[in-house]
């Protein structure tokens, strides 16, 4: 008589809940264990780091809970949302990450790239050499319009109930700023809001400036210039959108473009932090619209 062979483990040695994990959730997983590694190495300098690798245990439990069978409406909800609701605290743990300023930053290094590539620093000179209340006025206002453009495709495609659309969506967005948060933690660079004087004057006498920069003045984190987040995951949530309904095309479209030049003549980033970011944001959409060619499904 043959003998059997090893048994393989049944299947329901594995909880259901890790069983049905989604793409972002183990791109959110392998983030977090990136991130806890960084924080376990620098918390002897910066001992708020400590405090980040008890927050990454909550995120590890609540993605857990929120894969459990059973759930109520708000429960489901929040599973298809919570990925661009973490966004707020893992970006503000880069400032924690980074010692509150206190990381040796590589400004020096990219602005020698931009005067390689422009022969001046754009962001500096752009705004002194043409400066537009009209378009500082529009162009801050589509600094502002990153918040919508990251929001509303997910808010159409929940309320449409279009799943597939709407998790291709968060994977695009959350894979790219995961590809700059990364950047962040270990190449990071302060941009022109901090190494340069900041713009004044009639520039800057209008409601929409004023909003940007008292937005940055209480949410920045430092460090966080190079690649643009703003630019490349504007890119990558216009395309995951566009994918999903043409009827967010044109909608996007321009705030996209008005949004890159932004935070150039607003001197926000450098020149050099914005076409980073556009490769990121376009380079993250073609690898997933390949995964998803390949057979990848998204939840």
Known sequence: MALAGPRAAPSHSVPGAWRRLRPVEYLL???????SVVALVRAPRWPGCWWLLGAHLLIVLLIYLVRRPGLGAVGRALRELYPLILLVALYAALDVLNGAGAAATHDALVQGWEEALFG???SRVWWQRYPSTFWSTVLHGAYLAYYLILSVPALWFAWRRDFQALRRFIFMVMATFFVCY???VFLPVAGPYYAFPRP??????NTMARL???????GSSY????????????VAAAIAATIGSRRLDLLLLVPTILLTVAVVYCQMHYAVDALAGLAVGFGVAAVATALERRGMRWG
Not at 200 to 205: L, P, V
Not at 212 to 218: I, N, R
Request: aromatic content about 16%; charged content about 10%.
């Open 120 to 122: 001046m620093q754009v």
């Open 223 to 234: 460090g966080a210039a190079f690649p643009s987040s703003h630019v490349a995951a504007t």
């Open 29 to 35: 997983l392998g983030y977090v264990a990136i991130i």
């Open 182 to 184: 990364l950047f962040f």
């Open 212 to 218: 940007v920069y008292d937005a940055l003045a209480s």
């Open 200 to 205: 004044d004057g009639a520039f800057m006498d």
